[in-house]
């Protein structure tokens, strides 16, 4: 399965979202999982390689193994379908960190599964991306609406892509401070709130959800 994190806003949260549902994958449902991150030198996920030149003349070349998920930082999008199907003989899922580029966005969009259309709670994240999503399969993609502060109406959000939003995720401590940690949430702290959320992008890949408190289930109702 290819899952893709879009946005054409930058700093909305995709890295942080797709790296800790490929470590979530991985820890709770031991799957074999890879980030293709096509942020080449500007990637945040550059400190999980020590320095290392590990970008490749090919998709599956110079592949980062870490204990969390496998990671594959590419600066350009010059690989084949041959090439994803070679990767996905190995690994259950392959998670793109697309660039706010839309040529990079529009060509992974059309390979992947999933993709989850990342916003934030502003007018200008809200029209960039109403924009990109008159482009994108409707059917393939899901809306989350990422630090959430109450500031924009969630039916307001819904009203403008005409389309449900599939999570709302609040502002987490957690989600700001695991790239201190230098390690994905659910490694260090797995009663994190954090992992509430990331279970819910987990869903659409497993069927699966991991069962909750009552506390938990008053937080979702009254959130």
């Known amino acids: 399965m290819i899952i893709s994190f ?8 995709k890295t942080t979202l797709a790296n800790n549902l490929a470590a979530y994958l991985k820890k709770e449902y031991n799957y074999k999982v890879l980030i293709i991150d096509t942020n080449g030198i500007y990637s945040s996920n550059l400190i ?41 003989r190995y690994y259950d899922v392959i998670i793109f960190d697309v660039l706010p580029n839309i040529n990079y966005i529009l060509s992974v969009e059309k390979i992947s599964d999933i993709n989850f259309l990342v916003i ?75 992992l509430k959320y990331i279970d819910e992008l987990a869903y659409c890949i497993t069927g699966n959800k991991r069962k909750r408190s009552i506390f938990d289930i008053f937080d979702i109702i009254f959130r």
Request: hydrophobic share 40%; charged share 25%.
């Open 120 to 194: 934030n709670p502003d007018f200008y994240s809200l029209y960039v991306n109403k924009k990109l999503y008159d482009l994108l399969d409707k059917n393939k993609v899901k809306i989350v609406l990422n630090k959430y502060d109450k500031s924009i109406e969630i039916d307001f959000v819904e009203d403008v892509f005409k389309k449900e939003v599939y999570t709302v995720i609040p502002i987490i401590k957690d989600f700001i401070n695991y790239q201190f940690q230098y390690q994905p949430i659910v490694f260090y702290n797995e009663k994190s709130k954090a």
């Open 48 to 88: 999980f390689l020590n320095n290392e030149k590990l970008f490749g003349n090919k998709v599956y070349q110079g592949i980062k193994v870490l204990p969390y998920f496998h990671l594959k930082i590419i600066d350009n999008l010059d690989f084949s379908i041959n090439d994803l199907n070679y990767l996905k």
């Open 6 to 13: 879009l946005s054409l806003k930058g700093g909305v949260g």
